[in-house]
T-cell receptor, first 116, second 113 residues
């Protein structure tokens, strides 16, 4: 079974530039998550989709971050403009449904963003 | 809101020795608890989870964890570690009815040959 695919694996940009990350979840998974993992910290949920609708984006800095999941499959996360503190690993995960107690969330390898 | 504390950021252990990785949580309601592992250059993988029932939970690769409600802990153990266990381990919690994972800061397990 193919896992969660993310690209690119690494990205270096200058502050104030824009960047986009792409995620292809496991086929058939309705729920998709984007997490931010800053060095030395645990992953923090940025946004959660159920099919193509947003379930939770309470921790997404909406002045600079945006995400979409067209057709309820692939998703993109964009940062515009980037700040130094956005340097982190951005993880995408997917699961069959919303309830983590009933289903397992599968994670991609992540995209490591460095803002200089 | 729930939170998770992993007191040890790094744990070095000799090969074939036992290991315990500590996790304490804070929540005003009942919780579900999880341990994830992140091997080098790989994504997070579920090791085990506690939902209800027996407080001793067995997971993959010989790991187990014990839920202790009075001490609000969910420590991860393995009786004999191998080089292949070298990884970062994350404890996570979610409240009943609010199934969003809150992760700890992680513990890097290093196995010494």
């Amino acid at each position: 079974e193919a896992g969660v695919a993310q690209s690119p694996r690494y990205k270096i940009i200058e502050k104030r530039q824009s960047v986009a990350f792409w995620c292809n979840p496991i086929s058939g998974h309705a729920t998709l998550y984007w997490y931010q993992q800053i060095l030395g910290q645990g992953p923090k949920l940025l946004i959660q989709f159920q099919n193509n609708g947003v379930v939770d984006d309470s921790q997404l800095p909406k002045d600079r971050f945006s995400a979409e999941r067209l057709k309820g499959v692939d998703s993109t996360l964009k940062i515009q403009p980037a700040k130094l503190e956005d340097s982190a690993v951005y993880l995408c995960a997917s699961s069959l449904d919303l309830a983590v107690s009933n289903t397992e969330a599968f994670f991609g390898q992540g995209t490591r963003l460095t803002v200089v | 809101a729930q939170s998770v504390t992993q007191l040890d950021s790094q744990v070095p252990v000799f090969e074939e020795a036992p290991v315990e990785l500590r996790c304490n949580y804070s929540s005003s309601v009942s919780v579900y608890l999880f341990w994830y592992v992140q091997y080098p250059n790989q994504g997070l993988q579920l090791l085990l989870k506690y939902l209800s029932g027996s407080t001793l939970v067995k997971g993959i690769n010989g790991f187990e964890a014990e839920f202790n409600k009075s001490q609000t802990s969910f420590h991860l153990r393995k009786p004999s570690v191998h080089i292949s266990d070298t990884a970062e381990y994350f404890c996570a919690v979610t409240d009943f009815g609010n199934e969003k994972l809150t992760f700890g800061t992680g513990t890097r397990l290093t196995i010494i040959p």
